[in-house]
């Protein structure tokens, strides 16, 4: 155990040592010079040793108060920008938000400026991965979860459901259901299987085509590689409507023909037994709104199948 002085002592000592004075380290304390003299006087009974040269209207320090001084100096001034960055860090709120990499990529990540307009307070941790994380424990405080549900032990919230079509870019020029087996389908891995995945199998069972093994379809393991994919020609590719929206609004991908169909939903997630501040909220709401205001994929215009 450290054999330390009391600190009210130690702060009396300091700060009469860097005013060189007791009454001015009395209104810097708050307290009387009085009380400034009775701490000094018990520190210096406590160490035996003398700290201050008492003279009239001032005190000097001797020498071991001249030794004694920089050390505690130095350990206030250290204390205090300690403290000062832990403040400054509190004041700061982060709200961890994980979602998969492509409505990360798509969706999420090019509307974060509003975010940071509205609440410049908040720092936002932006996990992605198409594999479900703890919430929680620093892990993530929102989730933005694809499927069908229910999500046991959290409150959940659809954000909006999601529609699929096939989609390519402008240069492979305009495209008919008769190109089906002349261009590449582009296809991607789902992390979890599922009868109702809108995979192209399906898709050509909703459209009454007979479905057969093409020899041209590039398969990605993310979705994200299958929209660039797109992007850059390299077929045509079923992909969700909601995540290129955008590029849709922008020519930078086409719709060529129908059907869409129906894919699944996704859900604001957070745990239910877990309290939550109110920049977690914050966020929560911020989310809601942009899928359902004039930012929203809904609100982008682009071709129907």
């Excluded at 006087?41 to 700290?51: D, Q, V, W």
């Excluded at 008919?176 to 296809?187: G, K, S």
């Excluded at 398969?219 to 590029?247: N, R």
């Excluded at 086409?254 to 877990?274: C, D, I, K, N, T």
């Amino acid at each position: 155990m450290r054999r330390l002085p009391p600190l009210s002592a130690l702060r009396a000592f300091e700060a009469a040592a860097r005013h060189g004075s007791f009454k001015q380290a009395a209104n810097e304390l708050a307290v009387t010079p009085t009380a400034i003299s009775h701490q000094i006087r018990a520190l210096e009974e406590l160490t035996g040793l003398t700290l201050f040269e008492r003279q009239v209207r001032k005190v000097v320090l001797t020498d071991a108060g001249v030794e004694l001084y920089p050390v505690l100096r130095d350990g206030f001034n250290a204390f205090e920008t300690v403290l000062q960055r832990l403040e400054t860090a509190q004041a700061r709120r982060r709200v961890i938000i994980s979602a998969t990499n492509a409505f990360m990529a798509r969706w999420l990540a090019p509307r974060v400026a509003h975010f940071r307009q509205l609440y410049p307070d908040i720092d936002l941790e932006l996990h992605a991965s198409d594999q479900a994380v703890e919430l929680g424990c620093d892990r993530a405080d929102i989730a933005i979860r694809y499927g069908r549900g229910p999500y046991a032990g959290m409150v959940a919230q659809p954000l909006f459901a999601d529609r699929f079509a096939p989609v390519s870019g402008p240069q492979l020029g305009p495209l008919t259901l008769a190109d089906l087996d002349q261009v590449p389908l582009i296809d991607f891995k789902w992390s979890h299987a599922h009868p109702l995945n809108p995979t192209w199998k399906n898709w050509f069972a909703q459209a009454g085509l007979p479905w057969k093994s093409h020899h041209g379809q590039l398969l990605f393991s993310g979705e994200d590689h299958a929209i660039q994919a797109a992007l850059a020609g390299q077929g045509i590719a079923l992909l969700s409507l909601e995540l290129v929206a955008a590029d849709l609004a922008a020519g930078r991908l086409v719709q060529p023909f129908g059907p869409s169909m129906a894919g699944h939903a996704y859900h604001l997630v957070r745990s239910a037994g877990q309290r939550h501040g109110p920049h977690v909220d914050a966020a929560w709401e911020w989310l809601r709104s942009q899928a359902e205001g004039p930012t929203s994929p809904f609100a982008l215009p682009g071709p129907t199948g």
